[in-house]
């Protein structure tokens, strides 16, 4: 994959960033992570928008633990990463698993071939933003197809990382490899509706591993794993102050 220049100077050292996360992990420990009680009341709130007869993406699938999560309920989903790490690593897993080797900025689909575009916490390192790739996923959706997306929440933890980090005089929320960011609601909204998606839902999600971030007795022994406390907590927490304590936005939209 050749360098893009017009994407930023992080751009391929954040690809490199995730070649490395992916090869210290372990698609077993990401599939124990899809069983935890916040994953999966996103992914059912989800998969109520998805056709079992359709053709579905996942773009940044990572190791995979989606695609083989949502392919083991009967459907049939496609995996495609730009960290070719993963891919093989998931191959090792599972080699019947359709994957492909891919940028969200450039999809190897053609234009209103597929039924839903899913992407769980990407585009939110793309320093240039998500436009882009937005305008890629409307291209290749057909009429009426899904577009799923997770993306974290500048919520109060969050923010006072992010001043923590800046009277330290550190970078805020990134760092000179890695990019990260978060977007608000209204930011997430206006980025997908820019592109010609109309919204069918968004919500906030995952405020137990807000809780997680802060540490101490809201983490549990597992990997990533929040404490009887964090899920409790986390309930009344998106009940009471929902947007405060969002950890990530889910979006659904569909394209027109």
Do not use: C
């Not at 017009?6 to 069983?35: H, K």
């Not at 599972?94 to 234009?111: E, Q, Y």
Request: aromatic content about 12%; proline content about 5%; charged content about 20%.
């Amino acid at each position: 994959m050749t360098n893009q220049p017009e994407y930023g100077p992080r751009y391929n050292s954040t690809r490199q960033a995730w070649e490395n996360i992916w090869d210290t992990a372990s698609v077993e420990r990401e599939l124990v992570e899809i069983e935890y009680s916040r994953t999966q009341k996103t992914l059912h709130t989800y998969l109520a928008y998805l056709d079992k007869n359709g053709i579905h993406l996942e773009a940044g699938s990572g190791l995979s633990a989606v695609v083989i999560t949502l392919r083991k309920l009967g459907y049939n989903v496609v995996g495609l990463d730009y960290a070719e790490k993963a891919l093989h690593t998931s191959h090792a897993y599972d080699r019947t698993l359709p994957l492909l080797v891919g940028d969200v900025h450039a999809l190897p689909h053609a234009s209103n071939s597929l039924d839903s575009y899913l992407s769980f916490g990407v585009l939110e390192h793309f320093e240039h933003g998500m436009s882009p790739a937005l305008a890629e996923a409307f291209r290749i959706l057909k009429p009426g197809g899904i577009l799923v997306l997770t993306i974290p929440y500048p919520n109060v933890v969050n923010r006072y990382v992010a001043w923590r980090r800046k009277m330290s005089g550190v970078t805020v929320l990134n760092d000179d490899d890695f990019f990260e960011s978060t977007y608000t609601r209204d930011a997430l909204v206006t980025n997908v509706t820019k592109v010609g998606f109309k919204l069918e839902t968004v919500q906030p999600t995952s405020h137990s591993y807000t809780l997680w971030g802060i540490g101490g007795p809201f983490r549990g022994t597992g990997y990533y794993q929040t404490s009887a406390l964090a899920e409790s907590l986390g309930g009344v927490l998106s009940r009471v102050l929902p947007w405060a304590f969002n950890f990530s936005t889910l979006l659904v939209a569909r394209k027109p």
